[in-house]
């Protein structure tokens, strides 16, 4: 059973950069693709970005680009999200989550889809 936990969440003003890293047991992450998606308060879980299991398909929502870049290292077993140039708009919960679907294209990532979620990790970005 996949197990992920999320850390690097924090306060930091706008402007500034953050670390979110997501670390899987139970399995090898190299099965799976994984999301990070975020909820602000009183709004619906959104996705932020996507990343093959491979590596090789990245996908971000709009909002984000060029802001945030996913990576995994597979070796090991994390996933990480760099946040730069982060916006009071940001500020949400960050989990990570993972479809147990061998076989799953990020192009479609969606909340329904996940099978595997973390407990999230509070970012606030404020002055």
């Known amino acids: 059973q996949l197990q992920l936990v999320e850390s690097g969440g924090g306060l930091v003003q706008p402007g500034g950069s953050l670390r979110l890293s997501c670390a899987a047991s139970?399995?090898?992450?190299?099965?799976?693709?994984i999301a990070w998606f975020r909820q602000a308060p009183g709004k619906e879980r959104e996705g932020v970005s996507c990343?093959?299991?491979?590596?090789?398909?990245?996908y971000y929502t709009d909002s984000v680009k060029d802001r945030f870049t996913i990576s995994r290292d597979n070796a090991k077993n994390t996933v990480d999200l760099q946040m730069n140039s982060l916006k009071p708009e940001d500020t949400a919960v960050y989990y990570c989550?993972?479809?147990?679907?061998?076989?799953?294209?990020?192009?479609?990532?969606?909340?329904?889809?996940?099978?595997?979620w973390g407990k999230g990790t509070l970012v606030t970005v404020s002055s």
């Open positions: 139970g399995s090898t992450l190299d099965r799976y693709a």
């Open positions: 989550a993972a479809p147990s679907a061998y076989y799953y294209y990020c192009s479609d990532y969606a909340t329904r889809d996940m099978d595997y």
């Open positions: 990343i093959s299991r491979t590596g090789n398909a990245i």
